[in-house]
């Protein structure tokens, strides 16, 4: 097994302890105070992960450059706006279903590493992620009534397109940090994730901080009077995009963000245990689906 696919599950299992903390804290903080969390609490735990690799593992530092610094903060911008809606969509549906909306990342992935990489996904990991998308269909259209105008709404309606977006954000992000990350030379893959990474989360605190100042004052004070839960988020946050930054350097970023899908189960493993949601038998139709979607990912790797 290639060294990617364990370190892309490890990811979004972290990814998914995050995203659980973050709805918990955003009847505290709101939408932006959630969203900020994510990054400035996650700063410090980057750095020391840098330190790690460096000062104990005797991993050489790189030197920044033009590609890194400019891709870096387009991808932090990407994914501040993504994970704004993400969690805008909780306002709307349930904790799994809203977080299905922004599973179609894996196409948009491809097709943004296409675009700005010239990366290409085999046939068979094509057909493995559309079966995933499918699940992710599924998933999202299993507490609908079966009408036509239903169906419509569910699919284009305003919770629908704010999960697309946010899905296309997170594609381009995805792609914006691989780029920042190959740019990196004379230093080993787990140096080149960590200092994009420590890059892209410092400019994403920095932006947010600014922005929080001027606009939302008081979304930034409540950030950081919950600091006992709040850094909690940043621990997730931090070894969550350790992950993907490591696998995304070392893997094309469709077959990452395809395999990544994993998520969507213990996204329903946790709506099932700590939020006591009810699962439908479709939905857990869709979980099959993408699990067999990942399977052959974990086999193509």
């Keep these: 097994m290639e060294l990617w696919i364990p370190i892309t599950i490890a990811a979004a299992f972290c990814q998914n302890l995050r995203t659980a903390l973050q709805k918990h804290l955003k009847g505290r903080l709101g939408t932006t105070g959630a969203t900020f969390i994510r990054f400035g609490y996650g700063v410090p735990f980057a750095a020391l992960y840098v330190a790690f690799l460096h000062f104990g593992l005797d991993h050489p530092l790189p030197d920044p450059t033009a590609t890194m610094l400019v891709a870096g903060a387009l991808g932090g911008l990407a994914q501040i706006l993504a994970t704004f809606l993400l969690i805008h969509l909780f306002s709307f549906r349930n904790f799994a279903v809203g977080t299905a909306y922004s599973k179609t990342e894996p196409i948009q992935a491809a097709l943004f590493g296409f675009v700005v990489l010239g990366e290409q996904v085999s046939l068979t990991a094509a057909v493995c992620i559309l079966i995933g998308i499918t699940g992710v269909i599924v998933i ?22 704010i999960g697309l977006a946010s899905a296309a954000l997170f594609g381009a992000s995805a792609v914006a940090y691989r780029t920042a990350s190959l740019s990196l030379d004379g230093t080993t ?46 621990i997730a946050g931090v070894a969550g995009s350790a992950g993907w930054f490591t696998a995304m ?53």
Excluded: H
């Design 140 to 161: 999202t259209l299993a507490r609908v009534p079966m009408t036509l105008s239903a169906v419509r709404s569910s699919l284009i309606g305003r919770p629908a397109l």
């Design 249 to 301: 350097t070392l893997q094309n970023v469709a077959y990452v963000r395809a395999l990544a899908q994993i998520e969507l189960v213990f996204t329903f493993l946790a709506s099932w245990l700590f939020f006591k949601e009810v699962i439908a038998k479709s939905e857990i139709l869709g979980c099959v689906l993408i699990v067999l979607a990942v399977i052959g990912i974990v086999l193509l790797g």
């Design 189 to 234: 893959v787990a140096m080149q994730a960590a200092f994009a990474l420590i890059y892209a989360t410092s400019f994403q605190t920095v932006a947010m901080a600014a922005w929080m100042a001027v606009r939302e004052p008081d979304q930034l004070r409540a950030s950081l009077a919950a600091w006992r839960s709040a850094v909690w988020v940043g």
